[in-house]
């Protein structure tokens, strides 16, 4: 009975869907189990081999109570406080059929390949870049095309080195940020509307 008082009256701040909000420890529980029940099964998956916004995931999933899973290769092994790890053998594209083998309609996929993007999609699955820009079924094709081109292109010049990604800056991952929370409040409506009959929202192309 005394622990029961003492987990009410002790408060502290705890990061939430709505923002920080100070709460006891039972308040949070059952803000855990509502968000839970709204949440469904929903999950994400990260294609984490050399990703740079894992944590940035992990700590946004963790405020919506949804699991995440981490797939990598032996040659990236991950450990996580939250996430599940999957470690795939390093054959060629193995994390990214491992990936699409088991995510889901309406679970979200976080890539920089288009290719497990376009996967992902045809599952029914959103899928989101780690720039925050959100592969939609209006701009894969698109991606697609222009990927195949570039490779081309390189073929052609003689010159097969790709050159490698900017230097990530704090805006970077703020604009992340701020576009994943978006696609999980998007995933978490259209299930709820799903359940109740509701229309669904279709994902924007998002820049």
């Known amino acids: 009975m ?8 002790d408060r502290q701040i705890y990061e939430t ?36 916004v ?18 990598c290769d032996t040659n990236h092994v991950l450990q996580s406080n939250y996430s599940e790890v999957i470690v795939v053998g390093a054959g060629a594209d193995a994390v990214d059929y491992k990936l699409i083998s088991i995510c889901h309609k309406g679970d979200i996929v976080v ?22 820009k959100w592969y939609t079924n209006d701009n894969i094709d698109r991606m697609l095309m222009e990927r195949h081109l570039n490779k081309k292109a390189r073929r052609a010049s003689g010159k097969n080195h790709i050159k490698g990604p900017k ?27 799903e ?7 279709s994902p924007i192309v998002n820049g």
């Open 2 to 9: 005394e622990q029961e008082h003492k987990d009410i009256t």
């Open 17 to 52: 869907s709505i923002g920080l909000v100070c709460m006891s420890k039972t308040e949070y529980a059952m803000y855990q189990e509502e968000m839970e029940k709204r949440v469904g099964n929903l999950h994400i998956y990260v294609d984490a081999d050399a990703c740079p």
């Open 54 to 71: 894992v944590r940035i995931v992990e700590k946004i999933a963790e405020k919506y109570t949804i699991p995440v899973t981490l797939l």
């Open 111 to 132: 890539s920089q390949d288009y290719g497990v993007a376009a996967m992902a999609l045809g599952k029914g699955a959103y899928a989101i870049h780690q720039s925050g």
């Open 167 to 193: 230097k990530r800056t704090p805006e970077d991952d703020e604009h992340f940020s701020e576009s994943f929370e978006k696609m999980i409040r998007m995933a978490i409506q259209n299930r709820e509307g």
């Open 195 to 201: 359940n109740n009959g509701k229309p669904v929202i």
